[in-house]
């Protein structure tokens, strides 16, 4: 196996959709793998496109929301450096169910949809794979919705941030209307509520983007346990 193909192979290892498959099959999908480069601000595809594969990033943020016909854009996840999108148009066939525009410069692994579907019939332990993230996306819709019910907006907003901060460090970078749609509050809520912190010292804010200083006092304010 060339050496290009055996760092592809590493950086899947450690995604946590590719590590539970043996090495093997981790170079097998290597091998159909395609680099994708995306510049800031660029659509890597919208609703309603064909799909054509799978996508796992390897550095940078992209956002998947949606655009209704009054120009108004819904985002309903921000992914990062490690996560997997474009798994369900992968797996039926049909159109894409929401845009994905990066927010930065974004490196990505690009598997087509033809040579994947190859694999996941030839390899049992791949379509479990796949099973086990669409069922971890159902549970994370689920507790968003319960969220939304039970939870005040200043909880929920805090608790999206510390999801991203988990994921991506201390900085944090998202706009106030992309942390609104998150959280499923208004814009104005969430500068409100991001201005208190700043004074309370738990963050400061950057144009499109936020810096945590107190990931403790973040920890109480979405009502989590410290780790």
């Not at 290892?13 to 090495?23: D, E, H, I, R, T």
């Not at 996941?120 to 969220?147: F, H, T, W, Y």
């Not at 200043?154 to 944090?172: K, S």
């Not at 998150?182 to 950057?206: I, Y």
């Amino acid at each position: 196996m060339n050496e290009a193909r055996q760092r592809i192979a590493s950086l899947l290892s450690a995604n946590p959709f590719f590590s539970g498959l043996v090495p093997g099959t981790l170079d097998r999908i290597a091998a159909i793998c395609r680099p994708h480069h995306l510049a800031a601000r660029t659509v890597l595809f919208l609703k309603g496109d064909t799909s054509d594969g799978l996508y796992a990033i390897r550095r940078g943020l992209v956002r998947i929301g949606t655009t209704d016909d009054l120009g108004q854009q819904m985002t309903m996840n921000v992914l990062g450096g490690g996560d997997v999108f474009g798994e369900i148009a992968l797996l039926d066939g049909r159109s894409r169910t929401a845009d994905a525009v990066a927010i930065e410069d974004t490196e990505m692994f690009f598997l087509p949809r033809r040579d994947f579907l190859g694999l996941l019939n030839s390899e049992p332990s791949i379509a479990l794979q796949v099973i086990e993230l669409l069922c971890a996306r159902l549970r994370d819709l689920i507790e968003r919705m319960e969220e939304t019910t039970f939870l005040p907006a200043g909880t929920r907003l805090a608790r999206r941030i510390l999801l991203l901060a988990t994921d991506y460090g201390a900085e944090v970078h998202a706009s106030q209307d992309e942390l609104a749609a998150l959280a499923g509050v208004t814009r104005e809520t969430v500068n409100r509520q991001l201005q208190s912190w700043k004074r309370d010292g738990v963050l400061s804010l950057g144009r499109g983007r936020l810096t945590i200083h107190d990931l403790d006092g973040l920890r109480r304010l979405a009502r989590t346990e410290a780790s």
